[in-house]
């Protein structure tokens, strides 16, 4: 196959499939490295005797990155061309593992939290240069007939999604087998040798960008894709509040006897359900299409779906709280009731990250996705950051109880933003 020449933004690539092959695996790798970091940075720092507000204290300039990242991603990629800003995030994040690795355990608690603070934070930059470019691509690259793009945005979601639960076990694995220096170093090296093999067998086939592209643009004028980025924020707020420091932390306190060895259990118990939990959520994601039988809906059907599934979505971290505060204190019945549960929520959720990951692209142009997609992903990256800031605090102030009933007031808004989405051309312009 011969590649094409150069294209701007707006032009239709060729050789979807393969490129599409060749994103998704990079967006793979990446992702990968990207949830055993996250599990390697919070599980260390926990047996070094973090507080939960210091633990989430490590991951917030990584979402404020991501935030300042998004909104600038979309005119990089504009300006630049998608296949530049996708190897950038790859190179980026090799960095931040190297210098993760130099980490002294001898450095004061100020010292170690402002320097991993720091990493993370060009951590977060790396991850959102790469997801940007990937699902920016998947516009661009997904067959216009039928459900062709809700089903080709699902599959990169969803099976990214299982990647970086892999990546969760793989993280906790190996902080119990290597230790945290070689641990890093290991990924780093993997991911540097996968780099160097997509520069060599990406397809020239993604637009190379535009020099006329402006920053100013990155503002969406669009009534639709400002709700939708609404609902984003208090869907993923809603997730991480509990996810981020509040059950890792819980079941590290249920599962671990104090002992060497009862740490490294609990390290691999909480690292397989982190990784169980981001496999089935990517799973029902990947799925998505077929679940709601998108093949045979509208938009305007699709829109409502996402309206009743956040809806939906609400009652069950309620009722999980609930559950905790009628315990009383952990119990048996109590984690299997949080695990089952918590994979239900799983679920739900994965529906409706995978409805916004589709009305995203579905409403924006493709002469504007990649600032479309970013500011989207700014909200995204928001929402994360909501959710982490809240995870330590509601757990220390009210333990996992109070991360969950936050996660339940944060879904109904996200509901709230998603019902006024609107299938009519007419009222979707802001005035």
């Not at 507000?53 to 490590?58: E, P, R, S």
């Not at 090799?94 to 001898?106: C, G, I, S």
């Not at 981020?244 to 909480?270: H, K, Q, T």
């Not at 142009?365 to 809240?390: H, I, P």
């Amino acid at each position: 196959m011969t590649p094409p020449g150069p294209k701007t933004e707006g032009s239709p690539p060729g050789g979807g499939l393969r490129a599409y092959a060749a994103v998704t695996a990079s967006y793979w790798a990446f992702m990968l490295t990207d949830g055993a970091l996250r599990m390697l940075v919070l599980l260390h720092f926990h047996t070094l005797g973090f507080s939960p507000v210091q633990l989430a204290y490590l991951f917030v300039l990584y979402e404020i990155a991501g935030m300042a990242t998004n909104l600038s991603a979309g005119w990089i990629a504009a300006r630049f061309g998608l296949t530049a800003t996708l190897y950038a995030g790859l190179g980026l994040q090799v960095a931040a593992l190297v210098a993760l690795a130099q980490l002294d355990p001898n450095w004061q608690i100020a010292a170690s939290v402002a320097f991993v603070m720091a990493v993370q934070g060009l951590s977060g930059v790396a991850k959102d240069l790469a997801k940007m470019a990937s699902k920016s691509a998947v516009k661009l690259l997904a067959p216009k007939e039928g459900d062709g793009l809700f089903r080709w945005v699902a599959v990169l979601t969803g099976s990214k999604n299982a990647v970086k639960g892999i990546g969760f076990l793989l993280g906790a694995g190996l902080l119990a087998v290597a230790g945290f220096t070689w641990a890093t170093l290991g990924m780093a090296a993997v991911l540097a040798v996968i780099l160097a093999a997509v520069l060599v067998s990406m397809p020239r086939s993604l637009p190379r960008g535009r020099k006329g592209a402006k920053f100013s643009e990155v503002f969406s004028k669009s009534a639709n894709i400002n709700w939708l980025s609404a609902a984003r924020v208090f869907l993923f707020g809603a997730r991480d509040v509990w996810f981020v420091v509040g059950i890792p932390v819980y079941f590290y306190a249920v599962f671990s006897d104090g002992s060497e060895e009862g740490n490294r259990a609990a390290f691999f118990l909480i690292g397989t359900f982190m990784a169980v939990w981001i496999i089935f959520y990517g799973a029902i994601q990947a799925s998505a299409p077929r679940l709601l039988k998108s093949a045979s809906r509208s938009e305007g059907e699709l829109i409502a779906t996402a309206r009743s599934w956040a809806a939906m979505l609400a009652v069950l971290p309620a009722v999980l709280a609930v559950a905790v505060l009628a315990a009383g204190q952990p119990a048996p019945w109590l984690t299997v009731v949080l695990i089952v549960g918590l994979l239900v929520f799983g679920g739900l959720f994965a529906i409706n990250s995978s409805l916004h990951s589709y009305l995203i692209l579905a409403f924006s142009k493709d002469e504007r996705v990649t600032m479309d997609v970013g500011f989207y992903y700014m909200a995204n990256a928001g929402g994360r950051l909501l959710g982490t800031v809240l995870s330590g605090l509601t757990y220390q102030l009210g333990g996992v109880a109070a991360c969950l009933g936050t996660a339940a007031v944060m879904v109904a808004l996200s509901a709230l933003a998603a019902g006024r989405l609107t299938s009519n051309p007419e009222h979707e312009a802001l005035s």
